[in-house]
C-alpha cells in the first residue's frame, strides 16, 4: 500500500522551533513527528511512501537516510522552487501512484490512535469515490457540509460567514464536520487534476467537484486525534504520544 505524507509546511505556528527546523522534525515524546507518522504507517502496511519537502528540506532528506528509510521505499516529492499547497502536491506526486489502487494521505503534524488499515480498506471497497475524509465532531469555526449520504457539499467558515460553493439551498440541514488530516483518494482524482494549475488546495478541489464526484466523510469510532501545529501542545503532545503512538 502506497502513502503520502504533508511535510512541507513552514510550520509557523510551531515557531521558534520551526525558525531552525522543519515542522516534520520537531520532537514529540523523543520523536520527530515525521517518524511517529512513518511508524504508525509502516505498522498498518503501508509499505511505499512519499514525502514532501519545502522548508529545511535536506534536513528531512538527512533524516531519512539516518534511519535507512526506515526500511521500507521512501521517496522525495521537492517542492523547495514553490511551496504546491495540498492538491499542488498531490498533483505533483501523481508518478509514485502507478498502480492504480488508492492512496493514503496524512498530514505530519496530526496525531492519532487511527487505524489506518480500516479507512483505506474503505475507500477500496468503494471504488465509485473519488475520496473518503477522516473527520470528527471536534469544535472549530471552519467546517465541512455532508449530506445524509454522508457525502460532500460544501464548506463554511462562521466566523466569516463565508461558504464554499458560494451560495447552496438548504445549508441548515447539512452536518458539520471538521477534516482530521488524513484521507484515501482514488487514483481516479489525477484525471481530474489535469486541468488544474500546479498549485492549489486540496479542498477547493474538493468542493469544486463535490457535485459530480463522491467524497465521502468518515468518521472513526471512538478517535483520539491531536493537531501539533501549536507549541502550547507539545507537552500535551508528549502524553498523548505515550499513550496512542508506537
Not at 23 to 51: M, Q, R, S, W, Y
Not at 67 to 73: A, Q, S
Not at 189 to 212: A, G, N, S, W
Amino acid at each position: 500500500m502506497k502513502a503520502m505524507i504533508f511535510a512541507a509546511g513552514l510550520g509557523t505556528r510551531l515557531r521558534p522551533f520551526t525558525d531552525n527546523m522543519p515542522k516534520a522534525l520537531v520532537p514529540v515524546n523523543g520523536k520527530p513527528l515525521l517518524e511517529h507518522t512513518i511508524l504508525k504507517l509502516k505498522n498498518a502496511g503501508f509499505d511505499e511512501i512519499i514525502v514532501n519537502v519545502h522548508h529545511f528540506p535536506d534536513m528531512i532528506i538527512g533524516f531519512l537516510k539516518t534511519k535507512n528509510n526506515f526500511g521500507i521505499r521512501i521517496e522525495i516529492s521537492d517542492e523547495r522552487e514553490m511551496l504546491l499547497d495540498t492538491g499542488g502536491a498531490i498533483k505533483k506526486a501523481a508518478h509514485f501512484f502507478d498502480d492504480g489502487q488508492p492512496f493514503l494521505v496524512h498530514n505530519v503534524d496530526i496525531l492519532s490512535n487511527l487505524d489506518l488499515k480500516e479507512v483505506y480498506c474503505l475507500q477500496a471497497e468503494n471504488p465509485d469515490r473519488l475520496s473518503t475524509l477522516v473527520v470528527s465532531h471536534r469544535d472549530t469555526y471552519r467546517y465541512l457540509l455532508f449530506d445524509e449520504q454522508n457525502y460532500l457539499r460544501g464548506w463554511i467558515n462562521e466566523k466569516t460567514g463565508e461558504t464554499k460553493p458560494c451560495t447552496f439551498p438548504g445549508m441548515k440541514i447539512y452536518n458539520k464536520l471538521a477534516y482530521a488530516g488524513i484521507q484515501v483518494i482514488s487514483p481516479a482524482v489525477f484525471q481530474l487534476m489535469m486541468q488544474q494549475e500546479d498549485k492549489f488546495p486540496i479542498m477547493d478541489f474538493y468542493l469544486q467537484h463535490c457535485r459530480t464526484e463522491k467524497i465521502a466523510s468518515f468518521i472513526p469510532e471512538n478517535l483520539k486525534m491531536m493537531d501539533m501545529g501549536k507549541t502550547d501542545l507539545l507537552t500535551e503532545g508528549d502524553l498523548f504520544a505515550k499513550q496512542y503512538m508506537l
